[in-house]
């Protein structure tokens, strides 16, 4: 057999890239990125009620707890190492109002829970959405005027009191996902006014507006309020990658200990840009719709399940993600024990 080296590469046969594929050692030996339980942040479902473990349809696996049956939950990140649970409100359709004040109630149901959680498991990280869309009639994320334009600085002003309410019950982080102006700003001024200098922000600043939410929605039973609306005017445009890094400066510029990229898989790019420009704890957010898309395809048999899973995961590691959020890291937790 003759070969032709030159046709293949000019440093052909002394590079040959495939000689530290060869073994399972050296493959681990020159891996660059890799996925730990470090990694992974964990959104659930909070609804009033006891013993609830309602499925969502749109999201296997993927339940609504009441208090009692989230305990257990909260229990088994620890045990499994994930460090933080992130918290959803599913609120009583009574309870929704044009201006979502039930969000800055601090006997309302997250409040509750949040004490509740630290006082049973204070080492397990607990974050809050800061957000008006489960508390409002209309669904959309802030308060809206006589033509439904959501109206930036006094939602502002709900949002900071529904953050400084979070943030008395104990949360770790306040998680502000809403897209209005100057609100990092606005809730850490409160926050410090008030002494609470620890709770950490985590800033969605580049929430795109995707119709990858489509389960969540379905969750947390705000689709049917938002009906048609959309929510075009606060978060971002998916053409957009400048305007993210712009978001980004502000958020950071206001006081955000952390920042994310919503949604995930969609948007590796803009989270490479903003990892290398920025250099700060930058998280993604594997979305309701990247997990249903994953889930339902695995269910038909066109994917392995937990290979395609952990291959998701890994990608928002090599895009330059510090941790995930994702409906995925009990699963991928487990695997990632077994593995060791
Ligand atoms: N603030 C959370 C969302 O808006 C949606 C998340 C998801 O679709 O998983
Ligand atoms: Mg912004």
Sequence with gaps: MTTTP???????????????????????LVREHSLSVDDLIYPVFVAEGQKLQQPVGSMPGVVRHSLDTLLPVAESCLELGIPVLALFPVIDPSLKTPEG?????????IPRVVSALKAR?????????????????????GYIDENGYVVNDYTVELLSRQALVQAQAGVDIVAPSDMMDGRIGAIRAVLEDQGHVHTRIMAYSAKYAS????????????????????????????????????????????????????????????????KDAFRVPT??????????MIKAAAANGWLDHDKVMMESLLGFKRAGADGILTYFAPDAARLLRAQR
């Design 6 to 28: 030159h046709l293949v590469s000019a440093d052909y046969p002394y590079a040959r890239p495939r000689r530290n594929r060869r073994d399972d050692f050296s493959r681990r």
């Design 101 to 109: 004040t039930e969000a800055a109630n601090p006997d309302g149901l």
């Design 121 to 141: 498991y204070p080492e397990l990280g607990i974050m809050t959405d800061v957000a008006l869309d489960p508390y409002t009639s209309h669904g959309q994320d």
């Design 211 to 274: 119709a990858f939410y489509g389960p969540f929605r379905d969750a947390v039973g705000s689709a049917a309020n938002l009906g048609k609306s959309n929510k075009l005017v606060y978060q971002m445009d998916p053409g957009n990658i400048d305007e993210a890094l712009r978001e980004v400066a502000a958020d950071l510029r206001e006081g955000a200990d952390m920042v994310m990229v919503k949604p995930g898989m969609p948007y590796l790019d803009v989270l490479r840009r903003v």
């Design 283 to 292: 998280y993604a957010y594997q979305v309701s719709g990247e997990y249903a």
